[in-house]
């Protein structure tokens, strides 16, 4: 009997301590992160020109792929292509195009510029990123901060993100997060 009660008593208190433990955990963490990121996640753009292009002959040779790209979007649905047109400038004989977005296209326009001659820059949106999971959670007590690390995958790509893309936006990220420990606990998003 004795041996019953001091074997109760020790796992009492050893539950006791576990549950009141400032220990970050991995689902603890988790469950911070999707509250921070809420219903946002990271969006990444790609640049595109449009409004009125030009390429001069001169230069035709050097650049073989101009309208390439600008072709592909339009049999995306994203640009209309205007028709050519030849004018004369200073350097020689150029290629004028009127290139406009569609409703497809506008819809995915972060945001834009303006140049003098009638060409405009967009930002356009290529794909998005969202918390996954955490990967492993390092305490330092001494500091009061926990570093870890998540991964976030590549979700929603658009028909701007090519294979040019898929280097520099892999379909998953690691990213080191500082918890800070304070009095009210853990926090991430302050």
């Avoid at 820059?121 to 500091?143: M, N, R």
């Avoid at 658009?158 to 040019?164: D, I, N, Q, Y």
């Amino acid at each position: 009997m004795k041996i019953k009660t001091s074997i109760l008593t020790i796992l009492l208190i050893t539950i006791l301590t576990s549950c009141s433990s400032d220990e970050l955990t991995t689902s603890k963490a988790e469950s911070m992160a999707i509250e921070c990121q809420g219903n946002k996640n990271l969006v990444k753009t790609t640049t595109s020109s449009y409004g009125v292009l030009e390429q001069w002959d001169k230069f035709k040779k050097k650049n073989t792929v101009f309208l390439e790209s600008y072709k592909k979007l339009e049999n995306e649905g994203l640009y209309n292509m205007g028709e050519l047109q030849r004018i004369k400038g200073v350097l020689g004989m150029k290629e004028r195009y009127e290139i406009s977005l569609t409703p497809k296209a506008e819809k995915l326009l972060v945001s834009s510029k303006k140049d003098f001659k009638g060409g405009i820059t967009g930002k356009f949106k290529i794909c998005e990123y969202t918390f996954e999971s955490v990967e492993e959670i390092h305490e330092v007590p001494a500091k009061n901060i926990a570093n870890v690390k998540m991964k976030f995958i590549r979700i929603n790509e658009t028909p701007f993100f090519r294979e040019a893309h898929e280097k520099m936006n892999p379909k998953e990220v690691f990213k080191q997060v500082t918890f800070k420990k304070t009095n009210d606990g853990w926090k991430l998003c302050n």
